[in-house]
């Protein structure tokens, strides 16, 4: 599963922040890891760095669980570092947006996982969502 960072400098936000890709064993991976956010209240990942992910031109996201939901922020001093933080409430909540990718990536499926932020996460089965 590809990691974009698409911005429209021409346009307002919203920024996306884009996990895509083919294959429903990536989406499980994700769908597992978030399971694990949602049952912790100090647990943080590297989602670039999980089995079947790679991010496009150095884009990375690293998710925490945390008090209050502030969604995806750029990381100071970067251009495509990100950070993601949720609630383990809010955490659950992703946990369940995933399920419907983890049995089936359509081409033409896609779901907004967070969008609290500044810039919104998307998981898609193609980058054309």
């Known amino acids: 599963m590809l990691l974009e ?3 429209d400098p021409d346009s307002q936000p919203p920024r996306v922040l884009l996990a895509y890709g083919s294959d429903a064993r990536d989406a499980a991976v994700l769908r597992r890891t978030v399971e694990q956010l949602a049952a912790s209240e100090t647990y943080d990942v590297r989602v670039d760095q999980l089995p079947g992910f790679q991010g496009v031109d150095g884009c990375s996201l690293a998710a925490s669980v945390g008090p209050v939901d502030s969604g995806v922020e750029r990381l100071a001093g970067s251009d495509r570092a990100f950070r993601c933080v949720l609630s383990p409430a809010a955490w659950k909540r992703v ?17 907004f996982l967070s969008d609290e932020g500044p810039i919104e996460w998307i998981i898609s089965g193609d980058r054309g969502w």
């Open 5 to 7: 960072y698409l911005e």
């Open 95 to 111: 946990w369940g947006l995933l399920e419907p990718f983890e049995n089936n990536m359509n081409p033409n499926g896609f779901q």
